[in-house]
């Protein structure tokens, strides 16, 4: 029998009704609490071993983008693009896509969270890559931004805003200081440059055995910069009528406060002749 004082101990954002209505059946407790906000403190900051597997994992994705470039064409579509990353990725040894691979060109890239289907690469487009993979249950995210072709004068523009937001939010990331700091800076650069309605999202999420877990990198939070944190910095400005650009990084404060940036994708813009 169990005792009247019995707790049982949950993770309440992750039980179904029916895991708990059997649990509360086996054990005939009634009194159960969240045990989440010890879990997220105890993942928050990483060791040096969950780092070397999220590196394996970037490697993975980096050596996998670097590996389509070449085989991106003029009337290719996204889905097309899409399957060959994905298999090149499985090649080199991924265990599986962290998420759904994003491969969004032209007006599709202005979505922030599009799908890829059957728009085809056409000249003059932007071409928007956002994946990552899992390695030995740690997983990586990145997304670099490419042009096709040509560039127009906004485009440039537009690129250039996003690119020294993403530097400039990376330059933020200092031990002791509030989160939000990091995404003040990102975003600061992009209203500086009149994009600010067109940055639709926060600055960027924790990520680790899950895409998207603590720390969230947005202007409201107050908590601080810790040793240990993993997280992404990927501002981004999407423009009807004229696409989108985001550049994400993930980035590590070491125990020292030193920050490393552990994606090293080229970020300065790169000009795919894809014809």
């Known amino acids: 029998m169990k ?39 105890m993942r928050l900051r990483k060791s040096t071993i969950e780092i070397e597997k999220v590196k394996k994992a970037i490697s993975i994705t980096e050596n996998a983008l670097d590996e389509i470039i070449p085989f991106i064409k003029i009337g290719m579509t996204e889905n097309e693009i899409k399957t060959k990353l994905e298999t090149t990725l499985q090649d080199l040894g991924a265990e599986k896509v962290a998420f759904d691979t ?6 599709n890239s202005g979505l922030p969270h599009g ?13 928007l890559f956002d994946f990552g ?12 931004t490419f042009a096709i072709g040509k560039i127009s004068d906004e485009q440039r523009q537009i690129y250039d805003a996003v690119l020294k937001a993403n530097e400039k939010a990376i330059e933020a990331v200092r031990l002791g200081d509030p989160i939000k700091n990091i995404d003040h800076a990102a975003r600061t650069v992009i209203e500086d440059a009149s994009y ?26 107050k908590e601080k910069i810790l040793g240990g944190l993993l997280f992404t910095i990927e501002p981004g400005i999407y423009k009807e009528g004229v696409g989108g650009v985001r550049i994400e990084d993930d980035v590590y404060v070491h125990p020292n406060g030193e920050v490393e940036v552990l994606t090293s994708f080229p970020k300065q813009l790169t000009i795919i002749d894809a014809k």
């Open 115 to 127: 799908e890829p289907g059957d728009r085809q690469i056409q000249y003059g487009d932007f071409l």
């Open 196 to 221: 600010g309605a067109y940055f639709t999202h926060r600055t960027g999420h924790g990520l680790g055995l899950e895409v998207h877990e603590a720390p969230s990198i947005h202007g409201e939070n």
């Open 3 to 41: 005792e009247k004082s019995a707790i049982c101990f949950i993770e309440k954002n992750y039980m179904t009704v029916a895991q708990y209505e059997a649990l509360q059946k086996e054990t005939g407790i009634n009194n159960f609490k969240s045990v989440e906000r010890a879990i997220i403190d």
């Open 133 to 144: 993979v899992f390695v030995d249950h740690y997983c990586s995210d990145i997304t670099r």
């Open 102 to 107: 994003m491969v969004l060109t032209g007006e």
